[in-house]
């Protein structure tokens, strides 16, 4: 096994602890009209944290929602921003509009080659 995988696997066992507490968040927050109270957790915060190692993490379940009901890409936006910072932004222009963010983010990650 390679040094790379093997520093890999503990922060991936990280992310995927921190998504599914966070995927219990949102389920629990689910009837909430604001946004903010799906990404007020101690979970989503400790994603944050991770920083851009967890960028290759993020954009495997973001392609994986292709097939699952998991996170929205309401939610993948504003945790991406976080976490690249000025990197990052979604235009005022889509906001709101699931499809136009999912388009946004795919081809923010396809530009970057994460």
Sequence with gaps: MTETSETQRPLEQRFYSCLSDWKGHISDNSRSAFLGDCLNCDAYR?????????????????????????????????????????EFSTPNEISGDEDKIKKHLFDWFYTRGV
């Design 46 to 86: 400790e994603l944050v944290s991770l920083g851009k190692s967890a960028m290759p993490f993020i954009f495997k379940e973001m392609q994986a929602k292709e097939t699952s009901s998991s996170i929205p890409y309401l939610l993948w936006s504003p945790l991406v921003k976080e976490i690249m910072g000025i």
